[in-house]
């Protein structure tokens, strides 16, 4: 039986699949056969929380939020289901799988493939974006998906990366916003209210990341309404039994 662990850094990214409160590392049942995990943002909390699906049970791993744009074709709300993750070195995605979700939701949202880039900070500059896309290739980049698709890689098991993007390439969270911001994602109003009042970050800044973060979201509440809470995981025993047939041809 397909078990599917999703892997997402932010509260806001986690409540498109359960409306629910619940804390950093928890793991949480969607349904029968799915499995979320919080993990706040970053690599190092991305790679814990995928390990601890994997101790779980889990035998898929998915890497669900949001993503900046590195391609100045792309806008929120875009759906980036890549084909590979750039890190260094390329990881793998269970094309299968990846190229089965498309098919169901081509037809519903704008979805993008290419690769997706890792990323060890926040970008918070057009520069910071056209470089990382120059070096990588990659049309959209986020801090996550390489560590949760070393897990993957590592164990032997399926994975795919489901990103939204929510800032284009013109328009990034300026660094001052950072320091208003927990690592779940949640906001710390006090000092925010602090940074309006000295003006270090506009209210019209706020509105932009809104009026992103909204039509992120959007995209992803669709592609769990559309795919299920599996998220379209049939694929993967296609995927599992090519590795078995690899695995037979080697010996």
């Known amino acids: 039986m397909n078990i599917i662990g999703v892997v997402s850094a932010l509260k806001s990214e986690a409540s498109c699949l359960m409306n629910l409160r619940f804390p950093i590392y928890r ?8 499995r979320l995990c919080l993990s706040s943002m970053g690599s190092s909390a991305a790679h814990g929380a995928a390990l601890q699906l994997h101790e779980y ?17 792309l806008i929120p709300g875009d759906l980036v289901l890549p084909e590979s993750i750039v890190d260094g070195e390329r990881l793998p995605v269970s094309l299968e799988w990846r190229n089965q979700l498309e098919q169901l939701l081509s037809s519903h949202l704008t979805v993008v493939g290419g690769s997706l880039a890792s990323s060890p900070e926040p970008l918070t500059s057009r520069q910071a974006k ?46 001052a916003l950072l320091s208003a911001v927990f690592p779940d994602g949640s906001v710390d109003f006090i000092r925010l209210i602090s940074l309006l ?53 080697s010996q």
């Open 197 to 249: 009042i000295k003006g270090s970050v506009p209210i019209k800044t706020l509105t932009h990341l809104a009026i992103g973060m909204h039509a992120a979201r959007s995209t992803l509440t669709k592609v769990v309404q559309i795919a299920g809470m599996e998220l379209a995981s049939g694929a993967i025993n296609t995927f599992n039994q090519d590795e078995n047939d690899r695995k037979t041809s």
């Open 130 to 175: 056209l470089a990382l896309g120059e070096t990588s290739g990659a049309c959209a980049a986020d801090m996550e998906s390489a560590a949760i698709a070393r897990v993957a890689a590592n164990a032997g098991i399926p994975f795919i990366a489901i990103r939204a993007i929510v800032d284009p390439i013109y328009f990034s969270p300026p660094d």
């Open 57 to 73: 049970g889990v035998n898929a791993l998915v890497s669900f939020g949001v993503a900046a744009a590195l391609d100045d074709k």
């Open 27 to 34: 793991i949480v049942n969607l349904g029968a056969n799915t």
